[in-house]
């Protein structure tokens, strides 16, 4: 049964980076399109960035357009999220969450069809 596990979450200053992992067990990432989603207190929850499970094709809000990349190592069996420029309005907390099929540009508005989910880590962008 495939699990998930997100890391790196921390408190980082405006304009600070950060690393978020997104590690897989009991299945292979490779076969599995890979979201990150965020949900700060108070909002919904918002799609950051997703990867196709073959191709890499990345899809990103514009919110974080520029500023985010997203990456896979299948040898390691983990997603990353590269963050960069950190502002205020990231903080949140982060869920990777994997699907058998990519939705290409919906796939950051279709939360639904996504069948795991990780536990979550924080971000804190604050000063």
């Known amino acids: 049964q495939l699990q998930l596990v997100e890391s790196g979450g921390g408190l980082v200053q405006p304009g600070g980076s950060l690393r978020l992992s997104c590690a897989g067990s009991g299945f292979s990432l490779d076969y599995l399109a890979i979201a990150w989603f965020r949900q700060a207190p108070g909002k919904e929850r918002e799609g950051v960035s997703c990867i196709s499970d073959r191709s890499g094709t990345a899809y990103y809000a514009d919110s974080v357009k520029g500023r985010f990349t997203i990456s896979r190592d299948n040898a390691k069996n983990t997603v990353y999220v590269q963050m960069n420029s950190l502002k205020p309005e990231d903080t949140a907390d982060y869920y990777c969450?994997?699907?058998?099929?990519?939705?290409?540009?919906?796939?950051?508005?279709?939360?639904?069809?996504?069948?795991?989910w990780g536990q979550g880590t924080q971000v804190t962008v604050s000063s």
């Open positions: 969450a994997a699907a058998t099929a990519f939705y290409g540009t919906n796939c950051l508005t279709q939360p639904r069809r996504y069948i795991t």
